[in-house]
């Protein structure tokens, strides 16, 4: 059973266009993140969500909206697409967050990515 | 300002030697680390994490070090393999911060 789950793997599309990414956990985890990763391989986080309300939102561009219908589900909705929105998106869940907690407490468990290519 | 940098970017070792990795940070509020290691087209993957009430970790064949003082972490990985082949990163979180900071990534391949 896959613990976090993106779809689609691959996603090409044209400057403007709207798309999104959506995310699934099963681990009953209730933290969800979205991070971008560049050409360089630097990841850098994007939103985090804790019980469907947003805690983090790192200064990402309004064109980038997430959304949480449930716990289980963080999807990454965005519009009017650039090119310098090619990366690869990672969601990502954890029990809890922040530095408090035993043990796996803020492990990050990763999906397995989506390559978003503008052209 | 906050940073997690690695000193090398690519790692060579040959298989079956030990491998040590670094990792500098700037943010001397920095309570809690984690290295993760990223394969070719996955997600990155938790190997260990580390509390700053802690100098020392161990795990499966990896060990992670950490100094305070002059704000280094290091993984140490034992008799590396060719399936620890990857890119490992570091990551660093403080107390009221809820998100991880990650380094810049060093790529470790392992020569057969």
């Known amino acids: 059973d896959t613990a976090v789950s993106q779809t689609p793997k691959y996603l090409v599309t044209q400057m403007g266009n709207d798309k999104s990414i959506k995310c699934e956990q099963n681990?009953?985890?209730?933290?969800m993140y979205w991070y971008k990763q560049d050409s360089k391989k630097f990841l850098k986080i994007m939103f985090s969500?804790?019980?469907?309300?947003?805690?983090i939102n790192e200064t990402v561009p309004n064109r980038f909206s997430p959304k949480s219908p449930d716990k289980a589900h963080l999807n990454l909705h965005i519009n009017s697409l650039e090119l310098g929105d090619s990366a690869v998106y990672f969601c990502?869940?954890?029990?809890?967050?922040?530095?408090?907690?035993?043990?796996?407490?803020?492990?990050?468990?990763f999906g397995p990515g989506t390559r978003l290519t503008v052209l | 300002g906050e940073s997690v940098g690695l000193h090398l970017p690519t790692l060579s070792v040959q298989e079956g030697d030990n491998s040590i990795i670094n990792c500098a940070y700037s943010?001397?509020?920095?309570?809690?680390f984690i290295w993760y290691k990223q394969e070719s087209g996955k997600g990155p993957q938790f190997i260990i994490d580390?509390?700053?009430?802690?100098d020392k970790r161990q795990g499966q064949r990896v060990t992670v070090l950490l100094n305070k003082t002059v704000k280094h972490l290091s993984l140490q990985i034992a008799a590396t393999q060719p399936g620890d082949s990857a890119v490992y990163f570091c990551?660093?979180?403080?107390?009221?911060?809820?998100?991880?900071?990650f380094g810049s990534g060093t790529r470790l391949q392992v020569q057969p």
């Open positions: 990502a869940s954890s029990q809890g967050l922040g530095t408090s907690g035993g043990a796996g407490y803020n492990e990050q468990f």
């Open positions: 681990l009953g985890h209730d933290t």
């Open positions: 969500y804790n019980n469907k309300e947003l805690i």
């Open positions: 943010n001397s509020a920095s309570d809690y």
């Open positions: 580390i509390r700053s009430n802690m």
């Open positions: 990551a660093e979180n403080h107390t009221g911060r809820r998100a991880l900071t």
